[in-house]
T-cell receptor, first 109, second 117 residues
Framework: GQSLEQPSEVTAVEGAIVQINCTYQ??????LSWYQQHDGGAPTFLSY????GLEETGRFSSFLSRSDSYGYLLLQELQMKDSASYFC??????????FGKGTRLHILP | EADIYQTPRYLVIGTGKKITLECSQT?????MYWYQQDPGMELHLIHY???????EKGDLSSESTVSRIRTEHFPLTLESARPSHTSQYLC????????????????FGPGTRLTVL
């Protein structure tokens, strides 16, 4: 079957760094993406990794290791507005996007 | 800036009614998707489309149908609404981009929050 595993919840302190891991098992692989969703809102795209390595976009970075079927999202200098759910997603061979169940990030002041 | 729209934003209806949720995008994207999501929960793929006259079922497609007559329009129809259909429905679109070039980024609409009494 196809599955993406990520922690259900993570808690961190404002100003700190947090890493959200994602492991995947899919029938094909066409990139690992990360999406952010605030309560009551729609998911919005954060980052994409098609090849191994680190991609950086401001305070957010994302990493991929295809040999380990593993990636992570790194959030630095956490702000209260970063409190949200974060979903990893993989493109599979049927050209669909498979989403993980989401990680709820709680930020403490 | 994503240009994908959903109507209605909120809908409360009685059991047994037939409803159509509208989704339109002005980005010329080939791929479109419908997801169902309960608050704080995962996204379930209901239907998707690669282009005009193409529709495929997702993991949670029973009791609903879609059509793709025009590139920009991808409506979802529930033939007979039930309380179990109460949820948020999210429409998304993406362009066909090879992963070497960048992203197959999904752009989501604001969602339709459906309540079936």
């Amino acid at each position: 079957g196809q599955s993406l595993e990520q922690p259900s919840e993570v808690t961190a302190v404002e100003g700190a760094i947090v890493q959200i891991n994602c492991t995947y098992q899919t029938s094909g692989f066409y990139g690992l993406s990360w999406y952010q969703q605030h309560d009551g809102g729609a998911p919005t795209f954060l980052s994409y990794n098609g090849l191994d390595g680190l991609e950086e976009t401001g305070r957010f970075s994302s990493f991929l290791s295809r040999s380990d079927s593993y990636g992570y999202l790194l959030l630095q200098e956490l702000q209260m507005k970063d409190s949200a759910s974060y979903f990893c997603a993989v493109g599979d061979r049927d050209d669909k996007i498979i989403f993980g169940k989401g990680t709820r990030l709680h930020i403490l002041p | 800036e994503a240009d994908i729209y959903q109507t209605p934003r909120y809908l409360v209806i009685g059991t047994g009614k037939k409803i159509t949720l509208e989704c339109s995008q002005t980005m010329g994207h080939d791929k479109m998707y419908w997801y169902q999501q309960d608050p704080g929960m995962e996204l379930h793929l209901i239907h998707y489309s690669y282009g005009v006259n193409s529709t495929e079922k997702g993991d949670l497609s029973s009791e609903s149908t879609v059509s793709r007559i025009r590139t920009e329009h991808f409506p979802l129809t529930l033939e007979s609404a039930r309380p179990s259909h109460t949820s948020q429905y999210l429409c998304a679109s993406s362009s066909v981009v090879g992963y070497e070039q960048g992203t197959d980024t999904q752009y989501f609409g604001p969602g339709t929050r459906l309540t079936v009494l």
